[in-house]
């Protein structure tokens, strides 16, 4: 069984190669902001809830619309599609792209806890044909440490790390020593909810490990 990932995101493919899935990644080229825009034009102001979950179906129904993998041959198999968002006080943190915005989150969020939302869309296109799809979003409050220095914050923002992650932090890499705890599946706040995506995979008849390229091997634990 193959996974179309409609994304370029490094993390979610490193994600999913870890658990023992190796995805074929196709980007969507979805203009996000435009999306976004639209659907406020359209009904108003979104949650930040129904913003990831529209840019994921966004992202996956690109893809699919295709009908094609990068080699040319069709799309046979399910193809999803994700998106995520930092809400710290009801504003949702995408990316910061730029340091100096990094830096004012990160001071904002010293100590607090916010809401990660991952958002998932799966189609269903076994069969090189669209079958179905389905979705839905997962969430993790994470709570930051309350004596990270400024020191720490503009050594981390200068990492360049935090520029291209929602939220301007990641719990696998650079930040993690200064987030205090996780409410919620840890990796909903890497990229996506396995546990949904499993979910998801099972609302289909499609088990799990049927994914697997290869049964994963965990490092041994001393």
């Known amino acids: 069984m193959r996974l179309y990932l409609a994304s370029t995101s490094p993390a979610r493919l490193a994600l999913l190669r870890q658990v023992g899935i190796e995805p074929v990644v196709i980007p ?31 992202k996956a129904e690109a893809v699919a619309a295709t009908g094609l993998a990068p080699d040319g041959s069709p799309i046979d ?6 998106d ?13 792209h730029q340091p100096a915005v990094a830096r004012e989150r990160w001071l904002a969020q010293r100590g607090r806890t916010g809401v990660l939302h991952s ?19 997962d969430h993790a409050a994470l ?21 291209l992650v929602a939220g301007a932090f990641t719990i696998d890499g650079l930040a993690a020593p200064f987030i205090r705890s996780i409410t919620g599946a840890p990796s909903a706040v890497i990229g996506m909810s396995l546990p949904v ?6 609302s289909f008849g499609v088990d799990w490990t049927t994914l697997w390229r290869d ?4 490092a041994p634990r001393e």
Do not use: C
């Open 143 to 163: 709570t930051f440490a309350d004596d990270i220095t400024d020191a720490e914050i503009d050594a981390y923002v200068g990492s360049g790390e935090p520029l």
């Open 28 to 58: 969507s080229e979805v203009d996000e902001d435009a999306a976004v825009e639209r659907a406020v034009a359209a009904n108003g102001p979104l949650t930040t809830d129904a913003m990831v979950q529209l840019l994921a179906e966004a």
């Open 215 to 218: 049964a994963p091997h965990p």
């Open 197 to 202: 995506l499993r979910d998801l995979l099972r």
């Open 84 to 96: 995520s968002a930092f809400e710290l006080d009801g504003v949702a943190y995408g990316k910061p």
């Open 119 to 137: 958002g998932h869309w799966l189609i269903d296109h076994r069969g090189g044909s669209r079958r179905g799809a389905a979705g839905a979003t």
């Open 77 to 82: 198999g399910f193809v999803l599609g994700g």
